[in-house]
């Protein structure tokens, strides 16, 4: 026997209803429940220390972080998870909207990896030639957040990010900050890495600061010798030439008494248009001989 149901027609019968499998609120108990399985297996916070410690996420977990977000705008960790696996398609805008608050957390996670993205955005958006306005504002957010990081302990692979952050902002003082928190031996090298970087530019008197800071941070007379010619040199060939000759005074330290540098000095001087100062140098230099004579 065929059961009731079977023996009806669509269109004599009327409509054939349909079987009731489950009711609404059977539905709605099977999804809490599924829901409090997944807690009790994935507890949120051991989810999200998983998802940190991974360096990209396949698709399917994207789209599931993008579903959390969905639900929880106002969730740190989850914004910041998602805006790490998106980071290279997103705009400033939405860059900052969803890090901005979060750059100065108590959470040191949340915090850290803000400031990180960050960076790297405005240092990205700064290298494709905003207008004036965008660029002063990009600068101001850069630099507060590389004046943030650089009073906090952090690694040396963020060190080293940082500093080179600051140096291409031209921002030397902080960057060897950023360098000391590492031990870096070699500021000096770095430092006319990037004064050679801005000179073949064609910025001069940002070269110029490089050089002369290197110069100041080695105490051997050749290197101090080159490096003070060659952050003079960089000023007198932009036409600076008062600033240059306040900068030889600033930065000739211990080479007051050496004869290559004060020969120098004559001659640029003379460049710059000042016969007092020149007759100055050749003063000393005169002097200096003299010195070096009466010396057993």
């Known amino acids: 026997m065929l059961p009731e149901r079977s023996k009806r027609y669509a269109g004599i ?97 949340q915090r850290t990896n803000s400031r990180i993205m960050l960076a790297r955005a405005y240092e990205k958006a700064l290298t494709g030639n905003p207008g004036e306005p965008e660029r002063q504002r990009l600068t101001a957010q850069l630099t507060a957040i590389l004046e943030k990081v650089s009073v906090e302990p952090i690694s040396a692979s963020m060190s080293r990010f940082f500093a080179g952050a600051a140096f291409d902002l031209r921002l030397p003082h902080l960057g060897l900050v950023f360098l000391a928190q590492v031990g870096d031996e070699e500021p000096i090298k770095t430092l006319e890495q990037y004064g050679k970087k801005w000179l073949g530019q064609g910025d001069y008197e940002v070269a110029a600061q490089y050089f002369l800071m290197a110069r100041d941070q080695t105490a051997d007379p050749d290197e101090a010798r080159r490096l003070f010619q060659r952050g003079i040199g960089s000023l007198m060939a932009a036409s600076r030439f008062k600033q240059a000759m306040q900068a030889s005074d600033t930065h000739l330290g211990n080479l007051s008494g050496d004869a290559a540098t004060l020969r120098y000095l004559v001659r640029t001087a003379q460049a710059a248009g000042e016969p007092v100062r020149a007759a100055d140098y050749a003063h000393r230099l005169v002097f200096q001989a003299s010195r070096s004579k009466r010396q057993p």
């Open 13 to 109: 019968d009327g409509e054939i209803p349909r079987l009731i499998l489950a009711s609404n609120w059977q539905l709605a108990l099977v999804a809490l429940l599924v829901l409090a399985l997944l807690f009790l297996i994935f507890p949120r916070q051991t989810l999200v220390q998983k998802l940190y410690e991974q360096e990209s996420l396949d698709e399917l977990t994207q789209s599931y972080i993008q579903n959390l977000y969905r639900a929880d705008r106002k969730n740190a960790d989850i914004g910041i998870l998602l805006t790490r696996a998106q980071q290279d398609s997103l705009d400033i805008k939405t860059l900052e909207d969803r890090l901005l608050a979060s750059v100065d957390a108590d959470d040191t996670r």
